[in-house]
């Protein structure tokens, strides 16, 4: 009996992959999502997911804040079947004002495909998110998008690539044509030449896409002689001086597999889709800490229900004001009204009307496994980081923080709503909506801090929302900023910056800007300067 519910766990969890589309706004990455529903029949037509510029909302547009301005800043999970493999998309939002939640979410993630724009290489936000990956782990496969543009020499991207993220690349396919002249890719793993055709309905429908073999006598007539050579000549040298792939690399973190495609009309999607569910992780064991600072691994087929909660989402909707915590699961079944441990508050819990979620729909979950992710109802006991499990005794690791990038005063327009305002921002804190630093004194002259600009009007709008106080707040001039590690009654301060503490009593410093910070860290070469916090 045990065996075979082994084997039916094991073929659930190895038929799961959940992972999170990294990007810097606008290079594609809700077109690549929706094209994903679209090949997985998900979505009769392309276009529906989409929240931009007053059309469909975004699938994860919940709060009317995020309705009413048409952008994503929840980020949260989608599951579909994707040829016979269960996807569970985690939207990692793309604004240029995410926010933690936004790092957070990568923790829940096995994998990782990283968009990025053919014209404009690796951006800001793709290397911040890519570091999260790297530092987690967790593999990556880029995504070299928008193909029918005008853009970059693709040698150059994959050089940009490896010189800016610090990894090998190994170009998977190569494009056929550049800009206009973009008809298809070569598959260097089946060594096929994919020529596409785009549908009457153009991106909207699948591209029609066809094989053939390099030598095949069509592929000059159809691509030309001049695209022809060049592609013979660019598979030469990539033989001769590209690196290698084996898949071991790859989920090592040491290689990503790069594809050409158009997300927009669809040429390469498939091809990319089908070696993505191939090559991607199915849900992984993780470490978890147990008693006398000992590590356990916990393998999602053995080890009874387990998951940690990476986000806690108030008031999402309206009409039950209710609040939502968001599981990864990392190991097991997971059965609606299933009663836990729930290791912080050390007493059980039963687990009540779980959610998964699409396009904004919320659907009951009767029966869930390892690297799913599900919605439970959230009185208020639990915080970001909690771990839960049937078997109890362990806690998977503490989730990081990430270095605050803006930091503001806030106070209660109301001085009677005081204690209302003292409430809420330590609940929002302890949620994990926003870093809570201080001076020497730990209850005057806080400083809020924030990944994401954003996350101060979210913070401002559910202190009103939630606990009716209107604030008052005031950016400081800080750009950035680094924990320390070192004895620092030694350390040399710069003019523009402060230090502070954050709620653990941990230094942290914050700096007017970028290079101010580059100045320090040369200043003081004794001390350790912690962009990401374990
Ligand atoms: P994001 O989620 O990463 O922010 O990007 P999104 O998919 O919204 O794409 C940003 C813009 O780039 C959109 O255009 C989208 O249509 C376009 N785009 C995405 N993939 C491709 C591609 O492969 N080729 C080309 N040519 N364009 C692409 P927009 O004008 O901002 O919006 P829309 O009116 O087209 O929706």
């Not at 910056?497 to 653990?504: A, E, F, G, N, P």
């Amino acid at each position: 009996m045990e065996n075979h519910l082994e084997s039916y766990l094991s073929e659930q969890i190895s038929n799961r992959r959940t992972f999170a589309i990294i990007s810097h706004p606008d290079a594609g990455k809700t077109t690549l999502t929706e094209k994903l529903l679209l090949y997985s029949g998900k979505l009769r037509t392309a276009g529906m997911v989409r929240g931009r510029k007053g059309r469909k909302l975004a699938a994860s547009d919940w709060m009317s804040m995020e309705q009413e301005r048409g952008i994503s800043i929840t980020a949260s999970a989608m599951q579909f079947v994707y040829k016979d493999v269960v996807i569970n998309i985690l939207d990692t939002p793309g604004h240029e004002d995410f926010s933690e939640d936004t790092y957070r979410t990568l923790t829940a993630a096995d994998c990782a495909i990283m968009v990025i724009d053919a014209a404009k290489g690796v951006e800001k936000q793709t290397r911040k998110l890519f570091e999260v990956c790297r530092l987690r782990k967790i593999p990556v496969l880029t995504f070299i998008n928008k193909m029918d543009l005008p853009g970059r020499d693709p040698l150059d991207l994959m050089d940009e690539v490896e010189s800016a993220l610090k990894i090998q690349s190994y170009a998977y396919n190569w494009p056929i044509g550049l800009g206009k002249q973009f008809c298809g890719v070569y598959d260097r793993f089946i060594n096929k030449c994919l020529l596409f055709t785009r549908s009457t309905e153009g991106g909207a429908q699948r591209a029609l896409m066809s094989q053939f073999s390099l030598e095949d006598e069509q592929v000059v007539s159809l691509i030309g002689c001049t695209e022809f050579d060049t592609l013979k000549g660019e598979l030469t040298l990539l033989e001769a001086a590209g690196n290698t792939f084996n898949k071991e690399d790859f989920l090592g973190g040491c290689v990503t597999p790069v594809f050409f495609a158009s997300a927009m009309t669809n040429f390469g999607i498939e091809p990319f889709f089908d070696t993505f569910i191939h090559l991607a992780p199915s849900p992984r064991g993780r470490l978890a800490d147990v008693q006398n600072g000992k590590e356990i691994f916990i393998d999602p087929v053995t080890t009874s229900f387990s998951g940690y909660v990476f986000k806690v989402q108030s008031n999402m909707d309206r009409k039950h004001r209710d609040s939502l915590a968001f599981l990864r699961i990392c190991s097991g079944q997971f059965e609606k009204d299933i009663v836990v441990k729930h290791h912080r508050l050390k007493r059980d819990i039963r687990l009540s009307r779980p959610h998964s979620m699409f396009a904004g729909e919320r659907t009951v979950v009767d029966t869930a496994f390892a690297g799913d992710i599900i919605g439970v109802i959230n009185p208020g006991s639990f915080f970001i980081g909690d771990t839960v499990s049937l078997a109890g005794g362990f806690d998977f690791k503490p989730l990081p923080q990430f270095q605050p990038e803006f930091f503001a005063t806030l106070t209660p327009k109301d001085v009677n709503k005081r204690k209302s305002f003292d409430k809420g921002v330590r609940q929002l804190a302890e949620e994990g909506a926003i870093q809570i630093l201080h001076g020497e004194d730990q209850f005057n002259d806080l400083i809020y801090g924030a990944v994401g600009k954003l996350q101060f009007e979210v913070l401002q709008y559910r202190l009103q929302d939630e606990y009716q106080v209107e604030t008052r707040l005031t950016l400081l001039p800080y750009q950035c900023s680094a924990w320390i590690i070192g004895d620092e009654t030694t350390y040399k301060k710069t003019t523009n910056s402060i230090l502070v503490k954050d709620r653990w009593d941990k230094h942290i410093v914050l700096f007017g800007t970028q290079w101010e910070k580059e100045y320090a860290i040369r200043g003081n070469p004794t001390f350790q300067f912690i962009d990401i916090k374990y």
